[in-house]
Every structure is written in C-alpha cells, then in structure tokens.
C-alpha cells in the first residue's frame, strides 16, 4: 500500500478510482477523464496535490546556495515571485525540475516533485555541506498538504475562501496568509494552462481546508479531478513530467528547460552543458501530432522509411481539447523543425508523424 494524502478518505467517498503515482494511492479520475478535463478548461476543479515535496531555505547565504543548485539564474527575485527551475548532477543531467518562491528576503519555499523528493532533499544538504552555507533547510513534505483550484471560475471561487486581495496576485506570484482561516502559502499558478491556485497548508487542518473549499465550490459545480486529466491538461500545455518526459540521463538543454539555463552564474553541471552546447546535441525533444492511434510514452520513433529507429515518445495523448493525438519524443536534432515527417511504431503498426509547435493548447 502507498503512502496516503489527507484527503484519501474523501477521495473514496466521492468513487475515486485509486492508483499508485509516485509511491501515493492518489485518484486517477472520479467521473471520466474528459468530463474533468473540460471541467478545468471550461469552468473550475480542484485537485489534492498533497503527495508533493516542499522544502523551506532561510539564511544569509540562501540565495548563493540556490545559485549553485538550480540552473536558472534567481538573482533579483521580487518578493512574492516563483520561478520554474531544474537542478542537475555533474553531468548535466535533470535531477528534477522544481519551483522555488521567494517569501522573504533571506527566505524560499520550494516545491518539487514527490516521487524524487527524498533524492532532492539530500541533494539540498549535500550541496549546503560543500559550501557550508549559512541556511537552516528543512523538509517540510509530511508537515504540507496542498489544494490546487484550476480553472476561469479558479479566481471567483477562491475568493470565497481568504481576505487576500486576490486580483493583485499577478501570475507565476504568491503571497503567505489565512485561506480558510489556515496559515497558507497560496500562489497564481498551477500545471493546467488556465488560471488558478495552488494552496499550500497544515497537513493536519487539511479536512478543514477541504470542507471550506468543497462549500465554496457549490455555487461553482466545482469538480474533483484526478491524476488521469491533470496529465492530459498539462501536456496540452507541453508542460514537461519528471520520468517522462525529463530525467538524469537529459539535459535541460534538450528540451523546453534551455531557457531556464543561465551561463552568466555557477551551478551543478554547468562545465557538462558547456560542453554539450559546444559539441551539439544528440537529440532533442519534439512536438509531434500523429494519425491513425494514440502513441504513448515508450513507443518507438522511426524514419520515414520504417527501417531504422530515432527516439523515443516520452508522452503521448489524445487531446481533448484539440481532438488530435499529440505527444513529445526525443528525436535528432535534423527533425526538429516543424513540419518534419516520421513515423511512429504502435503496436505492430507505423504511423504517420510530423512535429509541430509546442505547447499545443495556449490560453486566448
């Protein structure tokens, strides 16, 4: 049996079909995944994202120790601000992605995925250890449960919930205050592509909380929503999937992460990035649409004459918004324009692909 989040008993209360994600019994769906997709994209759902791992950093050296860590350069990070970020080894490959918020002057919260949270935090103090850094790091992932409300309605609901001047919370900003009367770290962001909140709390007030926002969502139709359209919402929007999509053995010059790579600073794994930047990249990650099935993560990529295989689907779906298979894969760098042509092996049948440009669904 995995591990449980506060809300396990709410989820079997409401049919939750049960899975284990990351090393969590956590709800793959509740009615049909279209109908929580739609829900998200249309009006508002609520997602139990409690299985994540959240690490604190406070210190006079908190910024210099992060500045070794992740690869994004977050000097001059406005109070309130989140950044997305990856953290590598030596060699430049992906030991997760991760976002980190400023909450004070020397102090961050830091979010990061929960299937390689204990490797994360050991990476943390492995690092505070080589630059003796004057920080006081804690793992707070069992002291944290966390709400995520996504959607257009996202906004009006929430607002139900706390006195915080919502409105002035601009995207990818948080703020720490009372939501539902609870201590909380509430920012505007989320892993859907609409607008929305993600709520960070007391695991042990989480049913207060959860009774708060489901009361709230009434007026709303507010939906439950699973694992299962939490990963089809997110790859519309080309938002990468730890074990995916990313791992030890990419770089996040590969794929959509480059952009996050500061080579003006120091990091883990800088002199390895430098070195692939100069010697080329042996793959990189593509958009593609396919016709004739749905090709899923670990299916086989080919040339155009069937003979000789080229990568790898990392992620694969039908989308229900755009009502096309789309998926991300790993390919030579010489397909990486859009429009190029490959076929895809599912099953015992080569179908016909072409890659196209990322992300897939953005909100008007």
């Known amino acids: 049996m995995g591990l449980k989040t506060p809300f396990f008993e709410q989820h079997k209360a409401l ?14 769906y509740y009615s049909t995944l279209m109908d929580e997709h739609n829900a998200v994209r249309n009006n508002v759902g609520l997602f139990d994202v409690s299985h994540m791992g959240e690490f604190m950093m406070e210190g006079p050296d908190a910024e210099a120790l992060i500045q070794r860590i992740v690869t994004r350069d977050i000097a001059g990070q406005k109070l309130g601000q989140m950044k997305i970020t990856v953290m590598c080894n030596e060699q430049g490959g992906i030991i997760d992605d991760l976002t980190v918020y400023r909450l004070g002057e020397q102090k961050y919260f830091f979010v990061v995925n929960a299937g390689t949270m204990p490797k994360d935090f050991a990476w943390f103090e ?12 804690e793992n707070i992932s069992m002291q944290t449960a966390k709400l995520d409300v996504q959607g257009p309605n996202a906004n009006a609901l929430t607002k139900k919930l706390t006195d915080i001047d919502l409105d002035a919370i601009k995207f990818y900003h948080g703020t720490e205050g009372k939501v539902a009367g609870l201590d909380s770290i509430i920012s505007r962001s989320g892993y859907t592509g609409e607008d929305g909140f ?16 489901w009361q709230a969502g009434k007026e709303f139709s507010l939906k439950p929503c699973g694992l299962g359209c939490r990963d ?3 790859l519309e929007c080309a938002f990468m999937l730890y074990g995916n999509d990313i791992d030890e053995a990419h770089t996040p010059l590969q794929n959509v992460y480059s952009k996050f790579v500061s080579f003006n600073k120091g990091f883990v794994g800088k002199e390895a ?8 990249l042996a793959e990189v990650l ?3 649409e396919v016709s004739g099935g749905i090709a899923r993560h670990g299916y086989e990529v080919y040339g155009k004459d069937e003979k000789e295989k080229i990568g790898v689907v990392t992620s694969g779906t039908l989308s229900p918004t755009l009502k096309k298979n789309i998926g991300l894969a790993y390919v030579p ?7 190029s042509e490959f076929k895809i092996k599912v099953r015992d049948r080569f179908l016909p692909a072409k890659t196209v440009k990322i992300p897939f669904y953005k909100k008007s």
């Not at 049919?15 to 793959?28: I, S």
């Not at 990035?273 to 080329?280: C, F, I, R, S, T």
């Not at 760098?333 to 429009?339: K, P, Q």
């Open 232 to 234: 089809t919402l997110r």
């Open 286 to 288: 593509v958009g593609f």
């Open 273 to 280: 990035l430098l070195a692939q930047k100069e010697n080329g």
């Open 198 to 213: 993600e709520v960070y709390f007391p695991w042990n007030r989480a049913q207060e909380m959860w009774n708060a926002a």
């Open 126 to 137: 492995k690092q505070k250890k080589e630059m003796n850094a004057k920080v006081k790091l």
């Open 333 to 339: 760098e010489e397909f990486a324009a859009e429009g």
């Open 15 to 28: 049919n939750g079909v049960m899975v284990e994600f990351g090393g969590w019994e956590l709800p793959v």
